[in-house]
């Protein structure tokens, strides 16, 4: 990645121009340190920040079936229409859509400061949950190399993780998970909500495609883990119809995926608008559809949800016996990581149907 000279901007206002904040909106300038764009990622902007925390405690009122979550970039390249992470953008005065794809913060301090709190007498060793927001195998991890250094901090602290992903870049890893597998308990999943890949391309254009993904499961099998998939967000209309669940089921499955869960798309306001708006221009014949299933907020009505589930059922249980054997050596995830990685769009109101 041709990195070097790309500065756009730094806290001193160096190579500012006119007009032009010295730093990203809703930081303080003390954490920014630049912002840099590659050709290699065309109209993608990397701001460069200071991080002061590193673990991010989750609200005990939350449903979540994790305490604790590491992210080390906001936004995401992947840029998912659907994305339900999309509001935390605003929070830093940016738009949920095409800010949200485009405007990247990375936090390149991350590693010092994890090891910094993962050394604190009050850290407890919770298990600790990555991918529940954005992406932390999202293109741009294979220049900054974030990961190799977080995953070696929590099993060094004895602090078991999982990690939920869509990046392929997570194979170049397997090797230090595997390190980290010997101290700690360490859960991985793959999100593939998709295998049409033109569909794929269209929804998530910045993600590595399903057979890429794939075969990503077959590595982290071949390494030794068990490997859950979310198969979700599941669209109504789009991609629910008998054959397509039956056909991502049994892709997944015979990929070698130890669990696979899905549930249907749910939409909260930030991330509603970008939604529709592909919808308006890619399915102009079911917007009305959506406007009745979401007509009460952000869930899907009951009687999808009911509907999705007796549908999916008896596909879960026909593959159910179709998976490969596993390894002889198993590295054995959390015992809640299945649920952890339905945790990124679930809600009470949402319940996943799981397989396994």
């Known amino acids: 990645m041709r990195w070097q000279g790309q500065l756009l901007r730094n806290d001193d206002g160096e190579g500012a121009r006119p007009g032009e904040t010295q730093a990203l909106p809703g930081l303080e300038a003390t954490t920014f340190l630049r912002s840099v764009t590659t050709p290699d990622f065309a109209g993608v902007t990397f701001h460069e920040v200071l991080c002061r925390s590193a673990l991010n405690r989750v609200p005990k009122s939350s449903s979540m079936p994790f305490g604790w979550t590491i992210n080390p970039m906001r936004g995401c390249s992947h840029a998912c229409r659907y994305c339900f992470a999309r509001s ?57 190399r974030l990961m190799p250094g977080v995953i070696e901090a929590l099993a060094g602290s004895g602090t078991s993780f999982s990690i939920l992903t869509k990046g392929t870049l997570l194979r170049r890893d397997l090797p230090v998970l595997k390190e980290a597998a010997k101290r700690v308990r360490v859960h991985l999943a793959v999100s593939i909500a998709l295998v049409d890949e033109p569909l794929q391309q269209s929804l998530e254009p910045g993600t590595p495609t399903p ?146």
């Open 88 to 144: 935390s953008h605003e929070y830093l005065d940016l738009d949920p859509g095409d800010d949200f794809d485009r405007q990247i913060v990375v936090k390149t301090n991350l590693v010092e400061v994890l090891r910094r709190e993962l050394r604190r007498p009050s850290w407890a060793k919770e298990p600790v949950a990555m991918g529940t927001n954005t992406d932390p195998y999202q293109r741009a991890e294979g220049r900054y």
């Open 211 to 356: 057979k890429a993904r794939l075969d990503l499961v077959r590595a982290v099998r071949e390494a030794g883990f068990s490997c859950g998939v979310m198969a979700a967000p599941i669209l109504p209309g789009i991609t629910d119809s008998r054959d397509q669940l039956d056909q991502l089921v049994k892709e997944v499955t015979a990929a070698g995926a130890t669990g696979v869960t899905a549930f249907p798309l749910h939409l909260r306001p930030s991330t509603r608008g970008w939604f529709m708006s592909w919808l308006e221009q890619e399915r102009p014949d079911l917007v009305p559809r959506y406007q009745e299933l979401y007509a009460k907020g952000s869930y899907v009505t009951p009687a999808y949800r009911a509907w999705l589930s007796q549908t999916m059922a008896p596909i879960l249980r026909r593959h159910r016996g179709r998976r490969p054997a596993s390894p002889r050596h198993e590295h054995r995830g959390l015992p809640d990581a299945q649920r952890a990685a339905s945790a990124k769009a679930r809600s009470p109101q949402a319940e996943p149907a799981t397989l396994f």
